[in-house]
């Protein structure tokens, strides 16, 4: 249902990987729902290296509702967990929570190897026009 958003993302940013989680399975805390790769690129949705609660950048995104711009993740604070940088190689994201009745039920994230880089206004955009499509689609299944 949400694959071909996630792939149209990963082609509107020139990211690496694209990622969403959805939290509607019973006893899996944020499962990976699709994810779009670039060639060679390593797919997240078997990670469990640290609990996605767990994690800064989660909190953050969890707290201040709003998506976290980040161009190079060895400075950023919130940072994630480095034992993701070095898994993965990201050195940048975006992240963006998704939101059902004022309740955070899924993340969307843009990541960017091998090196930092900036993010522009218009791939924030792509990524909360998806997000807004992503939630309507939630919406229309409750």
Sequence with gaps: MFQALIEELL???????????VDDEPGKVF??????????????AGDE?????ASATFQWVDRE????????????????ARALIDRYGAR????????????????VSVHYAPGPRT???EEVAALEEIVR??????AETL
């Design 65 to 80: 509702r709003r998506i976290l711009v980040q161009d190079d993740l060895l400075a950023a604070d919130p940072a994630p």
């Design 119 to 121: 993010w522009t206004k």
């Design 11 to 21: 082609a509107r940013t020139g990211a690496s990987r694209t990622t969403l989680r």
């Design 92 to 107: 940048a994201q975006i992240l963006a929570p998704v939101e059902r009745e004022e309740e955070l039920v899924g993340l």
């Design 133 to 138: 499509r992503i939630e309507q689609t939630l």
């Design 31 to 44: 499962p990976v729902k699709a994810e779009a790769r670039a060639p060679g690129v390593s797919s997240i």
């Design 49 to 53: 290296t640290i609990p996605i609660r």
